[in-house]
């Protein structure tokens, strides 16, 4: 039966053709799927510019002992006496402290600004001129020195937290992305960024013949009990980017909601084809029942070519597959979805999950697909392959109903999850509701030609009544070719209106929590918190108050206990947080205590949001941890309502901003007095640059733009997820309409031989075409609406999702055209035959 399987490949081209796509390109997104999760797991960063340090101590990011891995926004400072430590440890030669400062050049822009030291960590190196001494030097970048036409010599002025220094040129220096570097004298660094016994690294080198892990295993002793990491290997670039350990982490999540998405479209799409595939020669099943043919030879058959077809097809996936999570990782590294510095980790696992899953999925469908003819008696084999009786199975009613009962149990966590959190649900919750359609889709679809017969035999005529008469005797293969255009319309109606209910939803929340006129920044990236009084005392200032933006954790009342391990302690709550000055909060933003009084926010104490606020009373300590991991105890003297999921906690900023990466200020909200025009005011303030170097002011369309750019972040991720997706779900819909309509072949030929014209039978295609488009179309919609109507209540408080209705009818008429399209064109390649050619078809 192997080698009968294997012949009999070539002539059924077309089915095989449909099933090797189906098979190749789902093997190929589950492949790279899977490389980005394993790329996430690594999680990375080969270093760039501490690569000459063998070992690197930083702050330690992670928020440790608790159930899910958390990670602080803020890089945690170390102790710059630290490195005194570390050098006198036996093996180590050297320790160097490395210290990076945000800061701006009048000549040339944004800038980071370093300690001298840091030179020793990286390749840079002295190219012209001396190195940087406490006497008023620095040293550029040679990249970022050609493009200002500077030199050797030359004076600059350095705007660094809030404050203009003036320099002379020492030197220029080489190395990684000296385009935006500049070195200062360590003590002069240190001075100027207002970080006098603190540092961000300590570089460690070891002594000549010492190893390097012997060292970092002693160094790692000397740290315990502190919130201090060690790092060696590609874990170094950590310490240059703390944003691998938070933003890198988040890879893990979004690959797996990715790949899980992509393979179950996958086990969709390939069963669906390969379904639709042998269902397409049930009559050369029955011949082979009739002539003798057992049923396990029958089965071995089916499972024989499609086991070969899976092999070759998931073989060739292997090639494209590991190249297809690169792109996809370098397609977030440029939205800015996870760091840059992140490396693509990807080894043999991956494939073997991608190609498991696309065998399994194939021979399980085989399976399926050849075991209801093989159990058909001979006798009823050729009446069954005729007027297809079985069109239905009660396994198939089972699983629908339960797909149906877990679709409706996602859709209730939908409804109950907070705004930013429902999409996580929804998204699975669209493949189980496509899964349940897909399922049911012959009762449907049966229901559905049951309904539209007679209103479309009286529209189209003889080829419409035609077309509704193959679609009442060919339930099970309509059904078949509505399913493709169901999940691709659903799929591309739910993920889209999904990203576009939630952009609506943070938009919403972004627009009712303001209420100032005009916002106040820095070239430098922050501003002096005792610059809010002096732009309160501008005249047209009704108010003016300071936001500093961050993340915040309550702790747990059970203590963390180091003692119990990683991952088995109490989960923190974590909360936005911000930091501000009470005096004019509630005049530029619209906060409005609930209980208490957000006069009262002063000295250590917090408002939290109600919601979080349940099981405390006023006074009130809370246990709390600042962005940077710093444990503090806050007096709860207020609360505040918000919307359910964009709720935040606030403190003073005189609290939170010595807990910030730039130890300043980000902006400042200003409200207009009555009778004062923004505008006019927004010029008035601008005079406080010739006190403050570097101070911007803007109207609140600076404020929104920033809400814009975060929101088209993530819209952007989504539209890629999407597209790759709905991309595969469309192809499939395009190959299941060629696959349904060439198998055909013997059947429009039979119709030229006793009349029929060419133009006859495209109309009748053309009606089969629109049923099919009109019941795909239907059942997407079911499922879009059962996915985002939860949803929208969630984040909206509305049945009707966000976004324009344009987007419906595009994805309406682009679902009617494909299957038009695709039906059509296949249909005309089969009839430009000659009628009298059916006698040699094949059977």
């Given at each position: 039966?192997?080698?009968?399987?294997?012949?009999?490949?070539?002539f059924h081209k077309s089915g095989f053709i449909a099933s090797f796509v189906a098979l190749f390109f789902g093997a190929v997104i589950v492949i790279g799927s899977g490389a980005l999760l394993e790329t996430g797991i690594h999680n990375a960063a080969p270093p760039h510019r501490l690569?000459?340090?063998?070992?690197?101590?930083?702050?330690?990011?992670?928020?440790?002992?608790?159930?899910?891995?958390?990670?602080?926004?803020?890089?945690?400072?170390?102790?710059?006496?630290?490195?005194?430590?570390?050098?006198?440890?036996?093996?180590?030669?050297?320790?160097?402290?490395?210290?990076?400062?945000?800061?701006?050049?009048?000549?040339?822009?944004?800038?980071?600004?370093?300690?001298?030291?840091?030179?020793?960590?990286?390749?840079?190196?002295?190219?012209?001129?001396?190195?940087?001494?406490?006497?008023?030097?620095?040293?550029?970048?040679?990249?970022?020195?050609?493009?200002?036409?500077?030199?050797?010599?030359?004076?600059?002025?350095?705007?660094?937290?809030?404050?203009?220094?003036?320099?002379?040129?020492?030197?220029?220096?080489?190395?990684?992305?000296?385009?935006?570097?500049?070195?200062?004298?360590?003590?002069?660094?240190?001075?100027?960024?207002?970080?006098?016994?603190?540092?961000?690294?300590?570089?460690?080198?070891?002594?000549?013949?010492?190893?390097?892990?012997?060292?970092?295993?002693?160094?790692?002793?000397?740290?315990?009990?502190?919130?201090?990491?060690?790092?060696?290997?590609?874990?170094?670039?950590?310490?240059?980017?703390?944003?691998?350990?938070?933003?890198?982490?988040?890879?893990?999540?979004?690959?797996?909601?990715?790949?899980?998405?992509?393979?179950?479209?996958?086990?969709?799409?390939?069963?669906?084809?390969?379904?639709?595939?042998?269902?397409?020669?049930?009559?050369?099943?029955?011949?082979?029942?009739?002539?003798?043919?057992?049923?396990?030879?029958?089965?071995?058959?089916?499972?024989?070519?499609?086991?070969?077809?899976?092999?070759?097809?998931?073989?060739?996936?292997?090639?494209?597959?590991?190249?297809?999570?690169?792109?996809?990782?370098?397609?977030?590294?440029?939205?800015?979805?996870?760091?840059?510095?992140?490396?693509?980790?990807?080894?043999?696992?991956?494939?073997?999950?991608?190609?498991?899953?696309?065998?399994?999925?194939?021979?399980?469908?085989?399976?399926?697909?050849?075991?209801?003819?093989?159990?058909?008696?001979?006798?009823?084999?050729?009446?069954?392959?005729?007027?297809?009786?079985?069109?239905?199975?009660?396994?198939?009613?089972?699983?629908?109903?339960?797909?149906?009962?877990?679709?409706?149990?996602?859709?209730?966590?939908?409804?109950?999850?907070?705004?930013?959190?429902?999409?996580?649900?929804?998204?699975?919750?669209?493949?189980?509701?496509?899964?349940?359609?897909?399922?049911?889709?012959?009762?449907?679809?049966?229901?559905?030609?049951?309904?539209?017969?007679?209103?479309?035999?009286?529209?189209?005529?003889?080829?419409?009544?035609?077309?509704?008469?193959?679609?009442?005797?060919?339930?099970?293969?309509?059904?078949?070719?509505?399913?493709?255009?169901?999940?691709?319309?659903?799929?591309?109606?739910?993920?889209?209106?999904?990203?576009?209910?939630?952009?609506?939803?943070?938009?919403?929340?972004?627009?009712?929590?303001?209420?100032?006129?005009?916002?106040?920044?820095?070239?430098?990236?922050?501003?002096?918190?005792?610059?809010?009084?002096?732009?309160?005392?501008?005249?047209?200032?009704?108010?003016?108050?300071?936001?500093?933006?961050?993340?915040?954790?309550?702790?747990?009342?059970?203590?963390?206990?180091?003692?119990?391990?990683?991952?088995?302690?109490?989960?923190?709550?974590?909360?936005?947080?911000?930091?501000?000055?009470?005096?004019?909060?509630?005049?530029?933003?619209?906060?409005?205590?609930?209980?208490?009084?957000?006069?009262?926010?002063?000295?250590?104490?917090?408002?939290?949001?109600?919601?979080?606020?349940?099981?405390?009373?006023?006074?009130?300590?809370?246990?709390?941890?600042?962005?940077?991991?710093?444990?503090?105890?806050?007096?709860?003297?207020?609360?505040?309502?918000?919307?359910?999921?964009?709720?935040?906690?606030?403190?003073?900023?005189?609290?939170?901003?010595?807990?910030?990466?730039?130890?300043?200020?980000?902006?400042?909200?200003?409200?207009?007095?009555?009778?004062?025009?923004?505008?006019?005011?927004?010029?008035?303030?601008?005079?406080?640059?010739?006190?403050?170097?570097?101070?911007?002011?803007?109207?609140?369309?600076?404020?929104?733009?920033?809400?814009?750019?975060?929101?088209?972040?993530?819209?952007?991720?989504?539209?890629?997820?999407?597209?790759?997706?709905?991309?595969?779900?469309?192809?499939?819909?395009?190959?299941?309409?060629?696959?349904?309509?060439?198998?055909?072949?013997?059947?429009?030929?039979?119709?030229?031989?006793?009349?029929?014209?060419?133009?006859?039978?495209?109309?009748?295609?053309?009606?089969?075409?629109?049923?099919?488009?009109?019941?795909?179309?239907?059942?997407?919609?079911?499922?879009?609406?059962?996915?985002?109507?939860?949803?929208?209540?969630?984040?909206?408080?509305?049945?009707?999702?966000?976004?324009?209705?344009?987007?419906?009818?595009?994805?309406?008429?682009?679902?009617?055209?494909?299957?038009?399209?695709?039906?059509?064109?296949?249909?005309?390649?089969?009839?430009?035959?000659?009628?009298?050619?059916?006698?040699?078809?094949?059977?």
């Open positions: 039966m192997i080698r009968i399987s294997l012949r009999t490949l070539r690569s000459a340090a063998p070992i690197v101590v930083s702050g330690d990011q992670r928020y440790a002992y608790t159930q899910q891995e958390l990670v602080f926004p803020e890089r945690s400072h170390l102790d710059a006496a630290l490195a005194d430590r570390i050098a006198k440890v036996p093996g180590v030669e050297d320790a160097v402290r490395d210290l990076s400062f945000p800061a701006a050049l009048s000549e040339g822009g944004s800038v980071t600004g370093h300690g001298w030291s840091s030179t020793r960590l990286s390749s840079h190196r002295l190219t012209e001129g001396a190195a940087p001494a406490a006497d008023g030097t620095i040293v550029l970048g040679k990249e970022l020195a050609d493009g200002a036409g500077l030199k050797t010599g030359d004076r600059v002025r350095l705007l660094v937290h809030g404050t203009e220094h003036g320099y002379r040129i020492s030197g220029l220096a080489t190395g990684p992305d000296d385009g935006g570097d500049v070195f200062l004298a360590d003590a002069e660094a240190a001075e100027v960024a207002g970080r006098v016994g603190t540092t961000d690294n300590i570089g460690v080198f070891p002594a000549s013949g010492a190893d390097p892990q012997q060292v970092a295993a002693a160094v790692r002793e000397v740290v315990d009990g502190s919130p201090v990491t060690v790092l060696t290997g590609d874990e170094r670039g950590r310490a240059e980017d703390p944003g691998v350990v938070a933003d890198g982490s988040d890879l893990i999540p979004l690959a797996a909601a990715f790949g899980g998405l992509s393979a179950m479209v996958t086990v969709f799409v390939v069963a669906s084809t390969l379904g639709l595939s042998i269902q397409q020669r049930q009559r050369e099943m029955a011949l082979l029942r009739t002539i003798g043919a057992t049923p396990g030879q029958l089965r071995r058959l089916v499972l024989g070519e499609t086991f070969f077809l899976a092999v070759v097809a998931t073989g060739l996936a292997t090639v494209p597959g590991p190249r297809f999570g690169q792109w996809l990782l370098d397609a977030f590294a440029g939205a800015g979805v996870v760091p840059e510095s992140i490396a693509y980790r990807a080894g043999s696992w991956p494939v073997i999950v991608g190609v498991g899953t696309a065998l399994l999925t194939a021979v399980g469908a085989a399976y399926i697909a050849a075991h209801g003819a093989a159990r058909t008696k001979p006798t009823e084999a050729l009446a069954e392959a005729t007027l297809q009786r079985r069109w239905f199975s009660a396994f198939r009613l089972v699983v629908g109903l339960l797909c149906l009962a877990g679709g409706a149990a996602l859709a209730w966590g939908t409804a109950g999850s907070a705004g930013p959190d429902a999409a996580g649900v929804a998204t699975p919750a669209a493949m189980v509701w496509a899964a349940a359609f897909g399922l049911l889709g012959p009762v449907v679809v049966r229901a559905m030609v049951a309904a539209l017969r007679r209103p479309v035999s009286r529209l189209s005529g003889l080829s419409g009544e035609l077309a509704a008469h193959n679609a009442r005797a060919r339930t099970a293969r309509l059904a078949s070719a509505v399913m493709p255009v169901m999940l691709a319309s659903g799929l591309a109606v739910g993920l889209i209106y999904m990203q576009t209910t939630q952009s609506d939803g943070a938009k919403q929340a972004f627009e009712e929590s303001m209420r100032a006129d005009v916002v106040v920044t820095s070239a430098s990236g922050g501003l002096p918190l005792d610059l809010v009084d002096t732009v309160r005392s501008q005249p047209g200032v009704a108010a003016a108050s300071a936001q500093i933006p961050t993340t915040g954790y309550i702790e747990p009342d059970e203590p963390m206990r180091p003692s119990e391990g990683e991952d088995t302690g109490p989960q923190p709550t974590e909360l936005s947080m911000l930091g501000v000055t009470h005096q004019g909060l509630d005049r530029t933003t619209a906060y409005r205590a609930a209980s208490g009084s957000l006069a009262d926010l002063s000295g250590k104490s917090v408002v939290l949001p109600a919601r979080y606020a349940e099981d405390r009373e006023l006074g009130d300590l809370v246990p709390m941890r600042l962005g940077d991991g710093t444990q503090v105890e806050l007096k709860l003297v207020a609360t505040v309502d918000g919307r359910r999921g964009y709720e935040t906690a606030l403190v003073p900023a005189s609290l939170l901003v010595g807990h910030t990466d730039g130890g300043l200020v980000p902006q400042i909200l200003v409200t207009a007095a009555a009778g004062t025009d923004p505008a006019a005011l927004t010029s008035s303030l601008s005079a406080l640059a010739k006190e403050q170097p570097g101070l911007q002011v803007s109207g609140r369309e600076v404020l929104e733009a920033a809400q814009a750019d975060a929101d088209d972040t993530q819209a952007w991720m989504a539209y890629l997820v999407l597209g790759v997706v709905v991309g595969y779900a469309t192809l499939a819909l395009i190959n299941t309409q060629v696959l349904a309509t060439t198998e055909r072949r013997k059947e429009f030929m039979l119709q030229r031989l006793i009349g029929a014209t060419r133009r006859q039978v495209l109309q009748m295609m053309t009606v089969e075409a629109s049923l099919v488009a009109l019941a795909g179309v239907i059942l997407g919609l079911l499922v879009a609406g059962a996915t985002l109507v939860p949803l929208s209540m969630s984040v909206l408080g509305t049945a009707l999702p966000g976004g324009s209705p344009w987007i419906l009818v595009a994805v309406v008429a682009g679902a009617t055209a494909l299957t038009l399209m695709t039906t059509l064109l296949a249909a005309g390649a089969v009839l430009r035959g000659r009628p009298g050619d059916m006698a040699g078809i094949k059977e």
